[in-house]
């Protein structure tokens, strides 16, 4: 951490040395007061002065460094200096209750601020900051000026009542102060309950901000409250408005004779489903059949949702505004109403139902020599679940068996050709809940992807990939059609350098090299798999990477390697899927030019909100996990350091794939010291290391259900390496 200069005290120093002295530090004091001016009583008293005649020359030389401007007079008469300090606008990171980081764009360095610095800013706010002298670390520091745009003004938390007044903790875990609540503003909540509270002032100085309760959501630590309070904490929608309801309802579902001249009809041939147990919504399809050429073609049909939807209705609004499903981990908040996501555009079995195609056909070598885009008709012949497909694949028995071993050779040679171009191979570990009917979690299950996902991935992905490059040749030349891609940038050479850095700690090597990252990570990725280590790595390994994103620009997707990727397959629960089906159409109808702008801010949004929807996804999650951990403070757990900061060691413990944290305050054998760059903190005395990847014993110390954290400590002692070896 940078210190501010030393306040000169020039005692000894006589005449023109004495003066000089004298102005430099003046202007020190007043430069790193922070904006703040002194009257000339504490000038004197931080030069520390005694004498009368030094106290007469600092008195003359602040009167001329105000006549020089190159310090300022203040109205209350205290003066304060007049160097023109560089303004800048960012968003607010409340990191801890003591400081916060101001993130003020791309490949440029957060600016730190100190929470007395903070004004009434939360995290989330658009502020204005003035950068100041001091350094803290790698970070400039600062002092945030203005608040121009609040990210909230509602949060959720648990009330606390007091005979005169109330609190509201914040379940928040960036929002660092309680807020204060008079009894008018009560809202008839009880003590404990869950709360949606809007805040009516923001923090200044010493006061604590102020609030009402605007909605009782339930007695906190019930599932119902706690997952409410989730949905209200990310502003997920709670149902959808009536008018969209009634939108959605009057939509004929009859299929006219002139509709189905206008498609390829699809529904003598054989087609089916494959999709989790639990699904309601089928919004694609798979149809096979030999050719008398002996190649396949197969279709990839996709729920044709953009037919039932009017450009210009309150369906499509609530449609763009919500821009996605979202699956928490006892209920979906659905983008379409049921009666479309779940009745009309699902691709359920024995229905005739509208469908918008990617058809190819295809050598034994998964080669393509055809292909075409448009609408069409199908009739699904069954529904598979993913069980149910993987059981056929296993036994070369039952139901379409022949269709399915087929597709899965044809997609293992796909996702051969994927990785060999140099796609990353990324199988990350999901957990799903047993849960009972309270909602109470009664197991945490891995997900396990076999065959049968992969089979279904592939086709998607094709399909994905293969309509993106379609638009984009569509048109010759240099300009090109405007289109929804899904975007993946190169990762950053420095962040894959300190990946490595890790990986090494588990004795794994890598190449850094640019051209050899895609295939350095996939090696990685096999050596891991089924080791402890993996869901850590290949956890980190994901955070290494850029985030996809929707846009306009055709940068091509690092992960997938693919040079234009596009998500045409899930127009049921995604909206940039029904952007690109109506971009689809209108080009296949030689439309003309559109709008990049309106397209580029539509990408932004559906970004944001696919944002949102993974950020609840995982505090539903994580609920859970504290939920489930809660009744397991006794048992002793293997764990791995998944994290080392400052405050303390996060540990995933390796049976349940819950993270808690063993805080620093915990340690009390030694004073342990953190090495950022080292990833891991040392005891000041014993020397004893504790690092990133390091395999430990720990038990629960305590759960903190509104805050989603879970306090661990050691179970044991672990012999560690010493800072000598």
């Known amino acids: 951490?940078?210190?501010?200069?030393?306040?000169?005290?020039?005692?000894?120093?006589?005449?023109?040395?004495?003066?000089?002295?004298?102005?430099?530090?003046?202007?020190?004091?007043?430069?790193?007061?922070?904006?703040?001016?002194?009257?000339?009583?504490?000038?004197?008293?931080?030069?520390?002065?005694?004498?009368?005649?030094?106290?007469?020359?600092?008195?003359?030389?602040?009167?001329?460094?105000?006549?020089?401007?190159?310090?300022?007079?203040?109205?209350?008469?205290?003066?304060?200096?007049?160097?023109?300090?560089?303004?800048?606008?960012?968003?607010?990171?409340?990191?801890?209750?003591?400081?916060?980081?101001?993130?003020?764009?791309?490949?440029?360095?957060?600016?730190?601020?100190?929470?007395?610095?903070?004004?009434?800013?939360?995290?989330?706010?658009?502020?204005?900051?003035?950068?100041?002298?001091?350094?803290?670390?790698?970070?400039?520091?600062?002092?945030?000026?203005?608040?121009?745009?609040?990210?909230?003004?509602?949060?959720?938390?648990?009330?606390?009542?007091?005979?005169?007044f109330a609190f509201v903790v914040a379940d928040y875990r960036k929002m660092h102060?309680?807020?204060?609540?008079?009894?008018?503003?009560?809202?008839?909540?009880?003590n404990g309950d869950k709360v949606i509270i809007e805040v009516t002032s923001w923090a200044e100085a010493d006061r604590k901000p102020e609030a009402k309760v605007v909605d009782v959501l339930g007695k906190a630590g019930e599932n119902e409250a706690e997952i409410h309070s989730i949905m209200a904490e990310f502003g997920l929608p709670f149902k959808f408005p009536e008018q969209v309801e009634k939108e959605s309802e009057a939509i004929d579902e009859g299929i006219t004779k002139k509709e189905i001249k206008k498609r390829w009809d699809f529904r003598e041939i054989t087609t089916f489903t494959i999709d989790p147990l639990d699904a309601k919504d089928f919004d694609d399809a798979l149809s096979f059949r030999i050719l008398e050429n002996g190649n396949y073609e197969i279709g990839?049909?996709?729920?044709?949702?953009?037919?039932?939807?009017?450009?210009?209705?309150?369906?499509?609004?609530?449609?763009?505004?919500?821009?996605?499903?979202?699956?928490?981990?006892?209920?979906?908040?659905?983008?379409?109403?049921?009666?479309?996501?779940?009745?009309?555009?699902?691709?359920?079995?024995?229905?005739?139902?509208?469908?918008?195609?990617?058809?190819?056909?295809?050598?034994?070598?998964?080669?393509?020599?055809?292909?075409?885009?448009?609408?069409?008709?199908?009739?699904?012949?069954?529904?598979?679940?993913?069980?149910?497909?993987?059981?056929?694949?296993?036994?070369?028995?039952?139901?379409?068996?022949?269709?399915?071993?087929?597709?899965?050779t044809l997609a293992k040679k796909l996702r051969k050709e994927r990785f060999g171009k140099g796609a990353v191979n990324f199988e990350t570990t999901e957990v799903k809940f047993k849960l009972d009917e309270k909602g109470k979690p009664l197991a945490v299950i891995p997900k396990v992807r076999k065959d049968a996902h992969k089979l279904i991935e592939e086709f998607m992905l094709l399909a994905n990939k293969q309509v993106a490059t379609f638009v984009y040749n569509y048109k010759k030349g240099k300009e090109k059609n405007i289109f929804v891609y899904r975007i993946h940038d190169f990762p950053d050479p420095?962040?894959?350098?300190?990946?490595?850095?890790?990986?090494?700690?588990?004795?794994?090597?890598?190449?850094?090299?640019?051209?050899?990252?895609?295939?350095?990570?996939?090696?990685?990725?096999?050596?891991?798999?089924?080791?402890?280590?993996?869901?850590?790595l290949e956890q980190l390994a994901i955070r290494t990477m850029a985030k996809a994103k929707y846009s306009t620009e055709t940068k091509g997707h690092f992960g997938l390697a693919f040079e234009h990727y596009s998500h045409f397959t899930s127009p049921i629960r995604r909206y940039p899927d029904m952007m690109v089906h109506r971009l689809l159409q209108h080009y296949l109808d030689d439309g003309k030019p559109l709008s990049k702008s309106d397209y580029e801010e539509k990408s932004l949004h559906s970004s944001e909100r696919e944002k949102r929807a993974a950020d609840a996804e995982r505090a539903s999650i994580k609920y859970k996990q504290v939920e489930f951990m809660a009744s397991?403070?006794?048992?002793?757990?293997?764990?791995?350091?998944?994290?080392?900061?400052?405050?303390?060691?996060?540990?995933?413990?390796?049976?349940?794939?819950?993270?808690?944290?063993?805080?620093?305050?915990?340690?009390?054998?030694?004073?342990?010291?953190?090495?950022?760059?080292?990833?891991?903190?040392?005891?000041?005395?014993?020397?004893?290391?504790?690092?990133?990847?390091?395999?430990?014993?720990?038990?629960?110390?305590?759960?903190?259900?509104?805050?989603?954290?879970?306090?661990?400590?050691?179970?044991?002692?672990?012999?560690?390496?010493?800072?000598e070896d």
């Open 1 to 164: 951490m940078s210190k501010k200069k030393k306040e000169t005290k020039p005692k000894k120093a006589k005449g023109k040395e004495l003066k000089k002295l004298l102005q430099s530090s003046i202007l020190d004091i007043l430069d790193n007061a922070s904006g703040r001016g002194y009257s000339m009583k504490q000038i004197i008293k931080k030069l520390g002065l005694k004498k009368r005649d030094d106290i007469k020359q600092a008195t003359l030389l602040v009167y001329q460094l105000t006549d020089d401007e190159r310090i300022k007079e203040l109205g209350n008469g205290s003066f304060a200096t007049n160097r023109q300090t560089e303004e800048l606008t960012g968003i607010v990171d409340h990191v801890s209750s003591r400081f916060a980081y101001v993130r003020i764009g791309e490949g440029k360095k957060d600016i730190y601020v100190k929470a007395r610095d903070m004004g009434s800013a939360v995290d989330g706010d658009t502020v204005k900051l003035e950068v100041l002298p001091a350094q803290h670390g790698d970070h400039p520091e600062g002092k945030i000026t203005e608040v121009i745009k609040r990210n909230r003004t509602r949060y959720v938390g648990k009330i606390e009542l007091s005979k005169n």
């Open 177 to 190: 102060q309680d807020f204060f609540v008079y009894p008018e503003n009560i809202n008839g909540a009880r």
């Open 300 to 408: 990839v049909h996709i729920a044709d949702v953009t037919h039932y939807v009017d450009l210009k209705s309150e369906l499509e609004k609530e449609a763009y505004d919500r821009a996605t499903s979202v699956y928490l981990v006892d209920r979906t908040i659905p983008m379409l109403p049921e009666r479309l996501s779940n009745g009309l555009c699902s691709l359920r079995p024995n229905e005739d139902k509208l469908t918008f195609s990617a058809v190819f056909e295809m050598d034994d070598n998964a080669r393509i020599k055809k292909e075409w885009f448009g609408r069409t008709i199908i009739h699904s012949n069954r529904r598979f679940t993913y069980e149910e497909a993987q059981e056929v694949l296993e036994t070369s028995k039952g139901d379409y068996v022949n269709e399915l071993i087929t597709l899965n």
């Open 494 to 536: 420095d962040k894959v350098k300190d990946f490595s850095v890790f990986a090494k700690q588990f004795g794994h090597n890598m190449n850094v090299e640019e051209q050899s990252i895609s295939r350095s990570l996939n090696k990685l990725m096999e050596e891991i798999e089924g080791k402890p280590e993996q869901n850590i």
């Open 632 to 723: 397991a403070e006794n048992k002793v757990y293997e764990g791995l350091i998944s994290g080392v900061t400052e405050w303390g060691l996060y540990v995933e413990i390796v049976e349940t794939k819950c993270e808690g944290m063993i805080r620093m305050s915990d340690l009390t054998d030694d004073f342990y010291e953190f090495d950022e760059r080292s990833y891991r903190i040392i005891g000041r005395k014993r020397k004893k290391i504790y690092t990133l990847g390091d395999r430990i014993k720990v038990r629960v110390k305590k759960t903190d259900i509104d805050k989603r954290l879970i306090d661990l400590v050691f179970a044991d002692t672990v012999t560690k390496k010493s800072f």
